[in-house]
């Protein structure tokens, strides 16, 4: 042993004159239980001896010493103890006993070689330790960024205790990731927090353990159920892939994580080799893989290839001087400064990829491969990880795909439905029949699951659901119904009616909507309306009808008044003889019989013959000729159609109202709408049903439509517009009311997280486009049990006639208006051009004229005869004035003042 120490002191005096001497001592510091560190140091020792680049003309002699996980005494002795042989650098220990060893270190100036995680992360610039391990801010980024990638929003992060969360501080910065914290206990038990998890229905898991750990917590994790199809786990320890996984690779849950170490790589294979047969001709056997390389050994490695790299530039540099140092001693290294800047600056490709580190000696420019586990070849890399671009996933949309159809063949899924038609029945007499599993149901979902299974190749068993709901949040915010199944993983799939909306959203995954409805309102078709006694009356609105009386008089009125004063309608009782007095054959009675027979489309036995009578006859006889029409065929309408008297249209009439009740299912989208609702209608109703006793809300759907049909009007049911489509097809006795009052999608629901929702809706979609999902709809709503038995069912708009108003034939009275106005002109301008006349025959002026016949016309006797006048000559005497003769080319056929005044004749 003397003899050993004496060697040792000697060894530190031989060095050449100029440069390195020709060997110089590294210390390296690990702890007991970790023995692949020290074959790291040892191989790399040897690596370096042996290769003629690097430190040719000196030997490097690496000391090995285990120390205590927590004794920092005994470490700091050996180091002093080694100091007094000299020494050119330590490394390790990776416990936190090396924060003293650093201690030491900085006060001889002594380069100190780390390859742990550093807690501190702070570095002064009179620090004399480089730590090869990726910086711990950087690390959290990385971890970040592949939650990001993931597009996890609901995440649970556990972490041991006592450990920083320093590796993980970016990502819990996320805003838009919704963190629950859990601390792990230092060993032991830890399901009755993972049993919160489950409660907590999270299936997307944040794992920071040591390598060490995680094989016994996921154990755990699958008794308390958190290791599935529909788990994810990402896991932030760098030895992920050393961990044997074998026994969860038929769970299909998904374990993602880094690696820093490429098993590819040649270097790695070569080192690895070499250990193993360098073990081997010492009789030692090593059981290591590329696989199983732990970081910190890898580590270790590179940091004996950086250190003698930097060494052997310093030295073509300067005289390295290697002394024997005293820890009670203000004794300092001459080169240790300078060594540590080398190493700073130095690049270096080792087992852990490149090695650089940035300005402030950290090492934040390094590549991390992602990997995740797969149930054919263990941990297979996806993708990598850089600071500077993140996550760059290798793998394409077709290979994740692949991998997802491959995972669902010949899987068995379980299936939630609930009993509703025609989505999802018993079979008739099933029992009977002896039917069994699958084979008891039938329906529109039954027939729809079938087909997608098809198509993705998995088996299925159905059952219906315990409590008999769709899924909504009660008051404590728990689940029930299918989306309950789902999340405490009592099913792989539910479906059925079941609608997509934000909550249901938030708790599980749809697929692409296989049908589209929308909340409506069922009720009991309205009764025949009795018919009326004057339902002649019903095809004109009372407005129309008092606009036709009012143009009937009008127009009687002024064929009368233009009769009177157009000389045209004046003529001779007697046309075969003389007469003294003129007739006009439309007084006010023919007046109004010949409009009122043009109106029935009888015709008269009088005629006009003045160009303004004619005028006023052919607008109306247009006028009645539009009206009779529109009538007559109205009339048909209403005679044939069966008039409703119902008393609500929209949903509207149901808020105004009180005396018709009205609900909906009691748990499911239907309710949470009208609870939600910000529209004040829909609020008005939510009030009145939820203070409404007895209670107007049903169990299920079925409940609802029996409860309309027996109330006789009473109760309006409002449910999804598919199902009322499906119910009027098969009860004539029920109608839906109004339009949809929103718009929403039934899909099919798996858990969370689940990487077949991308399948199912691939599949839903290839049976819409071939429209498989129209013919089972068609086949399962109007033809089986008794579909079509309604008929077709018409609009309001073609299976009811609507009175005509003043807007549909108020041109009609325009035009009336228009011809009256014309004819009008037409009379005034005859009477005016033959009292023009006559005054130039006779000694009066026009205006007296006018005003004489005017009297006449519009005097209220309405007498229909008047004497003739004849012409006056100019320088007839008296006499003459009272002859007898009539010339009758002079006669004036005009209004007189009146006929029994023979004097002006």
Known sequence: MCFIGFYLFLSVFIYTSNGIPDSVRILGLFDSENQMEEIAFRYAVDRVNSARHVLPRTR?????????????????????????????????????????????????????????????????????AVNLYPHPETLSKAYYDLVKSWGWKNVALLYEQGSSLTELQELMKAQDINFHLKELPLEGDVRPLLKEIRKDSISQIVLACSSKRILDILRQANQVGLISTYHSYVLTSLDLQTVDLAEFRDSGVNITGYSIIDPTKSEVANAVSDWVFGELRYGRALDLTEKKLTVSAALIYDAVLLFSKALHDLDRSQDISVRPMNCNSPDQTTYGSALVSYMKLMELDGLTGSIKFDGRGYRTQFSLDIIEYSHTEDFKKIGTWTPSYGTNFTRNYQDVYAQIIEGLQNRTFRVTTILTQPYVMLVPDWEALGLEGNDRFEGFAVELIKDISEILKFNYKIHVVEDGNYGSLDANGQWNGMIKELLDQKADVAIGDLSIN?????????????????????????????????????????????????????????????????????????????????????????????????????????????????????????????????????????????????????????????????????????????????????????????????????????????????????????TESA??????????????????????????????????????????LQLLESNKILILK??????????????????????????????????????????????????????????????????????????????????????DTKPVRKRQRIGDSDSNINRNSVNRSAIWKSNGPNSNNNSNS
Not at 90 to 112: M, N, R
Not at 737 to 764: C, E, M, R
Request: with cysteine.
């Open 60 to 128: 490097v002699l690496g000391q090995v010493e285990r120390v205590s996980l927590r004794d920092s005494f005994t470490a700091s002795k050996k180091v002093c103890n080694f100091l007094r042989y000299g020494l050119v650098g330590v490394f390790g220990p990776s416990s936190d006993t090396a924060t003293h060893i650093q201690s030491l270190c900085d006060a001889f100036e002594l380069p100190h070689v780390e390859t742990r995680y550093d807690r501190k992360r702070k570095r002064y610039r009179y620090d004399f």
């Open 778 to 863: 068609t086949k399962w709503w109007k033809e089986k049990h008794g579909g079509g038995r309604c008929g077709k069912k018409e609009s309001k708009s073609l299976s009811s006639a609507n009175e005509l108003g003043l807007a549909n034939v108020g041109g009609v009275f325009v035009v009336l208006l228009l011809g009256l106005i014309a004819a009008s002109i037409v009379g005034l301008f005859e009477f005016f051009w033959k009292a023009r006349k006559l005054a130039g025959d006779e000694v009066e002026s026009i205006k007296a004229e006018m005003f004489k016949e005017l009297k006449f016309a519009l005097s209220c006797s309405g007498e």
């Open 502 to 718: 934000y909550d249901r959203e938030t708790a599980v995954d749809f697929t692409t909507p296989f049908l589209n409805t929308g909340i409506s309102i069922l009720y009991k078709k309205a009764q025949k309306k009795p018919p009326s006694l004057f339902s002649f009356l019903l095809p004109f609105s009372v407005d129309v009808w008092i606009y036709m009386a009012t143009a009937y008089l009008g127009v009687s009125v002024l064929l009368f008044i233009l009769a009177r004063i157009t000389p045209d309608e004046w003529d001779s009782p007697h046309p075969c003889k003389e007469s003294d007095v003129l007739e006009n054959t439309f007084n006010m009675q023919n007046c109004t019989w010949f409009t009122i027979g043009s109106l029935m489309q009888q015709g008269s036995d009088i005629a006009p013959k003045a160009v303004s009578l004619r005028l006023v006859a052919a607008l109306w006889w247009f006028f009645t000729l539009i009206m009779i029409s529109s009538y007559t065929a109205n009339l048909a309408a209403f005679l044939t159609v069966e008039r409703m008297d119902s008393p609500i249209e929209s949903a509207e009439d149901l808020a105004k109202q009180t005396k018709i009740k009205y609900g909906c299912v009691g748990s499911g989208s239907t309710i949470a709408f009208f609870r939600d609702s910000k529209i004040p209608t829909y609020q008005r109703m939510w009030s009145f049903m939820e203070s409404a006793r007895p209670s107007v809300f049903n169990k299920n759907a079925p409940e609802g439509i029996d409860r309309v049909i027996k109330s006789n009007g009473g109760y309006a049911f409002m």
């Open 723 to 764: 199902t009322i489509e499906y119910q009027t097809e098969r009860n004539c006795d029920l109608v839906q009311i109004g339009g949809n009052l929103d718009s929403k999608g039934y899909g099919v629901a798996l858990p969370h997280g689940s990487p077949f929702t991308g399948a199912f809706s691939s599949a839903v």
